[in-house]
């Protein structure tokens, strides 16, 4: 598709608030340009369905999101906050009720027939990220920052450090409040009027107005809808999407009164959904669960309906846009180069193995572009986004060059650390999307360009510390597969061990633990409650999952840790209670010296109280440490443990209670 087309596709879907066809859109996008035409519907359809752009209501026909959410009610709670203080934050409340395009602070909201007018509200940044979290945790300082530009400024003064105070807007509901005798509680039920521009009328619901077996029924539904979109989506490119999902797999009952509010179901009412590390993102999972990780480099960036040099990229692996491949050109020529192969090993970086014929189309590709955009192109009007375009470039083939070089087998995937091509894929993904941004003529505005390298340095800096983490996987990893060259016969034969690492699910707790193959399930179930100083109070066991979690086996206790391995199975699940599970990942084996013990290698966080309910509970505990008040700070040191020191895991102690154990 040519990006005129892509246009008119978008907006086809903004607007169309009936059920269409696959003939109705793509006679709206020829008509608005007729170009390479051919594959058009199979192109238009690909887009559709590949990127979840509309919902298929059959094999024939699709609805799109405004057709969907457009006049729907949905469930807004007032703060206590709030209602103190006679205000409403918008922030991630009307998702996906409204356009993803338009900024909270952009939408209009109506009170019996008279738009609600905006004040605004001055405060410290973190008390107001809770209002914008469904977003994504990470996102929420990025709104606040686009509420207004002195915001944005603040934050690009120092992009390592929150400012101060930030102003936000917010709707001015101090009459609203008083004549509407509200009180904690009571809901606002919101109709949307437009869901492009996201205008929204409100209406009051007394907070005993729904009998609790009708919010129940919504409860069900909601639950329900999240675990089909996660089982039948996975994490998806962003929780809007997740959410979206979840209200048209939850049903019509979801997308009908008694409700309750987003932030109700999600952080109040559900232990079954919550937010979960997702690389360097966050999404939606199960609770307690883990997100698969991936086996290589996503590709998110690139579109289905791949051109030419696009698709001929993505199969030796280099996942990237045309508008991508176009600013790399760019910045070759705002580094006044002759030479093309300093620009071909950055978009293909050398690890990728290239055959001449390879190497000569894509050559011929860039030299034809750089002759066309020779035709408009000046250095002296790219002084501004040149150097940001030669970071972004930088960064990118670093990704792409480190990601190869992980898929070619020199190392255990296993040992790398958790999501490591998940956490590539989306800076890559980033670092693509600046490029896009960055491959134009129009230079945009300066404060827009500050904003661009602030975020630039960031990925860099996380990108770093993912690279570090990695080279010293890699350097643990080869130290322990050493064989160790013995001269007697004894010790030719000696036993072989394992490394075990344990990850409490929905945590960023870990421990690494070397065990002769010859120990049993039953013993690894004492080292973990060990490592994570837990009683041995709940009922366990060790199971065997299929994909999406079907298919449990259970595995009993008495097996050998290598007779586990001898069939091939390289992870498990531990359970433990109703509220815990854990992975157990069987890492390559080696031979062990002579003054071997089994011990702790590594590990990560203070592990959580084995009573306090599970991972969610944990979290918002541990959440309250960081910003609570005094009092909530020592009632959660209370739940915790006086001596609970967040992220603190003390692997000399944990030794000598293994070795302790050993010896009993």
């Not at 014929?357 to 020779?374: G, P, S």
């Not at 010293?472 to 013995?486: E, G, S």
Request: glycine share 6%; aromatic share 12%; proline share 6%.
């Amino acid at each position: 598709m040519t990006p005129n087309q892509e246009d008119a596709l978008y907006n086809f879907m903004e607007n169309v608030t009936e059920p269409f066809t696959l003939e109705d859109v793509t006679e709206f996008v020829r008509m608005m340009d007729s170009t390479r035409a051919g594959n058009l519907p199979m192109e238009i359809a690909a887009i559709i369905d590949s990127q979840n752009a509309a919902f298929r209501l059959d094999n024939r026909q699709w609805i799109s999101r405004r057709g969907c959410f457009e006049s729907i009610p949905f469930v807004i709670s007032p703060t206590k906050l709030e209602l103190l203080n006679g205000i409403l934050i918008p922030g991630h409340r009307c998702i996906p009720f409204a356009n993803p395009l338009a900024l909270p602070h952009e939408y209009k909201f109506f009170w019996q027939g008279k738009e609600v007018p905006w004040t605004t509200t001055e405060g410290p940044p973190a008390e107001f990220y809770p209002y914008y979290s469904i977003f994504g945790e990470e996102y929420a300082p990025q709104y606040v920052a686009r509420d207004n530009p002195d915001n944005e400024s603040a934050f690009n003064y120092d992009p390592y450090e929150d400012p101060p105070e930030v102003s936000i807007h917010t709707l001015d509901m101090r009459n609203i409040f008083r004549e509407a005798a509200f009180v904690p509680g009571d809901r606002f039920v919101v109709r949307t009027r437009d869901w492009k521009e996201g205008h929204f009328d409100l209406e009051k619901a007394d907070k005993n107005a729904w009998p609790q077996s009708e919010l129940f029924s919504w409860f069900e539904a909601a639950e329900g809808g999240f675990e089909d979109s996660f089982a039948l989506l996975g994490p998806g490119a962003s929780t809007e999407e997740q959410i979206a999902y979840a209200y048209w797999y939850g049903g019509k009952r979801m997308r009908e009164l008694p409700a309750y509010s987003l932030e109700e179901f999600i952080f109040e009412k559900s232990d079954r959904i919550e937010m979960v590390n997702y690389g360097i993102e966050s999404r939606f999972w199960f609770a307690g669960k883990d997100i698969p990780d991936s086996k290589g480099l996503l590709g998110i960036a690139v579109p289905p309906d791949r051109t030419f040099i696009e698709a001929f990229l993505c199969n030796i692996g280099v996942p990237i846009s045309e508008y991508v491949i176009l600013s790399y050109i760019r910045d070759m020529m705002y580094r006044n180069e002759k030479d093309i192969n300093p620009v071909l090993d950055r978009i293909v970086p050398p690890s990728i193995h290239l055959e001449e014929e390879e190497c000569d189309a894509i050559a011929d590709y860039i030299l034809e572009t750089v002759d066309e955009l020779r035709k408009s192109y000046t250095v002296f009007l790219d002084k501004g986004m040149g150097p940001i375009r030669q970071r972004a470039g930088e960064l990118h083939t670093a990704v792409v060059d480190l990601a190869v070089r992980l898929q070619k087998g020199e190392i255990d995937t296993s040992w790398l650390p958790k999501h490591t091509f998940i956490m590539l894929s989306q800076i890559q993904g980033h670092a693509a999307s600046l490029m896009e941004d960055l491959d134009s003529d129009h230079e945009p505005p300066e404060s827009e360009l500050e904003a661009m390298d602030n975020s630039l340095d960031s990925m860099v800096d996380t990108f770093n510390d993912i690279k570090e983490t990695i080279d010293d996987a890699m350097n643990h990893y080869r130290r322990k597969n050493l064989t160790l060259v013995r001269s007697d016969q004894d010790n030719a034969s000696a036993e072989s061990w394992r490394t075990v690492q344990i990850s409490i699910s929905g945590t960023d707790v870990w421990r690494r633990i070397i065990i002769p193959g010859a120990r049993l399930l039953k013993d690894l179930h004492y080292l973990i409650q060990i490592c994570l100083e837990w009683k041995d109070s709940y009922r366990y066991r060790f199971f065997t999952e299929g994909p999406g979690g079907m298919d449990r086996n259970n595995l009993d206790e008495k097996m050998k840790i290598r007779e586990i391995c001898d069939k091939g199975i390289s992870e498990l699940q531990y359970e433990y209670g109703t509220k815990w599970n854990i992975k157990v990942m069987l890492l390559s084996p080696y031979q062990p010296g002579k003054e071997e013990t089994i011990r702790c290698v590594a590990g990560e966080g203070a592990a959580p109280p084995e009573i306090i309910g599970g991972p969610l509970r944990f979290r918002k505990i541990t959440t309250i440490l960081d910003g609570g008040s005094d009092m909530e700070k020592q009632a959660a040191l209370h739940e915790l443990g006086s001596d609970f020191v967040p992220g603190l895991f003390d692997m000399e102690k944990c030794n000598r209670d293994i070795a302790s154990w050993v010896d009993s």
